[in-house]
């Protein structure tokens, strides 16, 4: 069965440092979509960035990239240069093979000042 | 910069009564979804739909759910006789395609059974 896996509960990071999210998966799929999602405390979720299966590059999107390790079904979002408005859950998603989304746990991400 | 808008942002409601959320996809999507996240718990799927008829559901969407497109915009989650274990943030969300294409959420609906 697909999982996705979120190994850090919490973190906090100095304001302007880099930040490294964790997320393994798991699937017998050969093409998947990997998708990070951020959901501050009003609640709403926001995309961030994805990574096809069969993408070559690593994927970018302003601050963040997503360092994508097929062979060991990683998928870690990097977000560079953090802010305080980057203090999120932060969700690490697979698109399984029925098309619905198979989400992490997630990430409490607090950037301090 | 088109969104996925949902109303109403919050509901209480009592437990046995039914409750419609709506939704209004971006307008050129054709996939539209239905997840909920219970306070502190993982984001859940719950339905996908297009061409107006389900595709996918999960476990969690029994008799007491059900999905309509009413019209050319807007998107509904009923729940007929709400329980307590029903209380969750719902999401709606839409994407253009299926393969590959990113599903952009709405901002949610807190919903609290009492």
């Known amino acids: 069965a697909q999982k996705i896996t979120q190994t850090q509960p919490g973190m906090f990071v100095q304001e302007k440092e880099a930040v490294t999210l964790d997320c393994t998966y798991d699937?017998?799929?050969?093409?998947?979509?990997l998708f990070w999602y951020k959901q501050p405390s009003s609640g709403e979720m926001i995309f961030l960035i994805y990574?096809?299966?069969?993408d070559e590059q690593n994927a970018t999107e302003g601050r963040y990239s997503l360092n994508f390790q097929k062979a060991r079904k990683s998928a870690n979002l990097v977000i560079s240069a953090s802010q305080l408005g980057d203090s999120a859950m932060y969700f690490c998603?697979?698109?399984?093979?029925?098309?619905?989304?198979?989400w992490g746990a997630g990430t409490k991400l607090i950037i301090k000042p | 910069e088109p969104e996925v808008t949902q109303t109403p942002s919050h509901q209480v409601t009592q437990m046995g009564q039914e409750v419609i959320l709506r939704c209004v996809p971006i307008?050129?999507?054709?996939?539209f979804y239905w997840y909920r996240q219970i306070l502190g718990q993982k984001v859940e799927f719950l339905v996908s739909?297009?061409?107006?008829?389900?595709?996918?559901k999960s476990e969690i969407f029994d008799d007491q759910f059900s999905v309509e497109r009413p019209d050319g915009s807007n998107f509904t989650l009923k729940i007929r006789s709400t329980k307590l274990e029903d209380s969750a943030m719902y999401f709606c969300a839409s994407s253009a395609g299926r393969v590959g294409e990113t599903q952009y959420f709405g901002p949610g609906t807190r919903l609290l059974v009492l």
């Open positions: 307008s050129n999507h054709l996939y």
């Open positions: 990574q096809g299966s069969y």
């Open positions: 998603a697979m698109l399984d093979s029925n098309y619905q989304l198979i």
């Open positions: 699937t017998s799929d050969q093409s998947y979509g």
């Open positions: 739909f297009y061409n107006n008829e389900i595709s996918e």
